[in-house]
């Protein structure tokens, strides 16, 4: 089956602690996006990568890291720095060569600081 | 001002009635518009989508543009406990502009 996986589903932090969230699509999609999802906020985009070994910061990138090695992985780093990360985190892909950027999400990974 | 606007609810329908969620935008550039749908606890995904101006069906789902208004609506005709969920609107420009930009989302319950 095609699709975006994200893991893990369910994700614990101690303050002061660097997590790395994982995402994997097997759509040949060229483009993948990393956003936050809170209560009353809607979705805010953290960064995106159209290419490998390319991406941009998105609306809140601070506080966050991202690697692009491989087309099909785009693992997201929440670091110390980010004073607010308990926060509900989607992966989505596209086709970059498409103008319509129909985005296709993850089942998400909620992170949670104690 | 929000590039995008779009009334969280709650919306509680009884099932059956026809439902119709909106979004207004400030941005005359947009040039796609999509709506999403999100279960609980999931991921969002792809319901409908449109070009510029124009109505397009999809079943029970009827995706409408009005760009004159910079006004978009989502309709649901027999709706089902199924469908509740929260529904995001999201648009983008045309060419090399592919950020997306997102509605806060309508919460939407269909009471059997």
């Known amino acids: 089956d095609g699709g975006i996986t994200q893991s893990p589903k369910y994700l614990f932090r101690k303050e002061g602690q660097n997590v790395t969230l994982s995402c994997e699509q097997n759509?040949?999609?060229?483009?993948m996006y990393w956003y936050r999802q809170d209560p009353g906020q809607g979705l805010r985009l953290i960064y995106y990568s159209q290419i490998v070994n390319d991406f941009q910061k998105g609306d809140i990138a601070e506080g966050y890291s991202v690697s692009r090695e491989k087309k099909e992985s785009f693992p997201l780093t929440v670091t110390s720095a980010q004073k607010n990360p308990t926060a509900f985190y989607l992966c989505a892909s596209s086709m970059s060569e498409t103008s319509l950027n129909e985005q296709f999400f993850g089942p998400g990974t909620r992170l949670t600081v104690l | 001002q929000k590039e995008v606007e779009q009334d969280p609810g709650p919306l509680s329908v009884p099932e059956g009635a026809i439902v119709s969620l909106n979004c207004t935008y400030s941005?005359?550039?947009?040039?796609?518009f999509m709506w999403y749908r999100q279960y609980s606890r999931k991921g969002p995904e792809l319901l409908m989508y449109t070009y510029s101006s124009g109505n397009k069906e999809d079943g029970r789902f009827t995706a409408q543009v009005d760009k004159s208004s910079k006004y978009i609506s989502l309709f649901i005709r027999d709706s089902q406990p199924s469908d509740s969920a929260t529904y995001l609107c999201?648009?983008?420009?045309?060419?090399?502009?592919?950020?997306?930009?997102w509605g806060l989302g309508t919460s939407l319950g269909v009471n059997p």
């Open positions: 759509l040949n999609h060229d483009a």
């Open positions: 999201a648009m983008s420009e045309a060419g090399n502009n592919r950020k997306l930009i």
């Open positions: 941005n005359s550039a947009f040039q796609y």
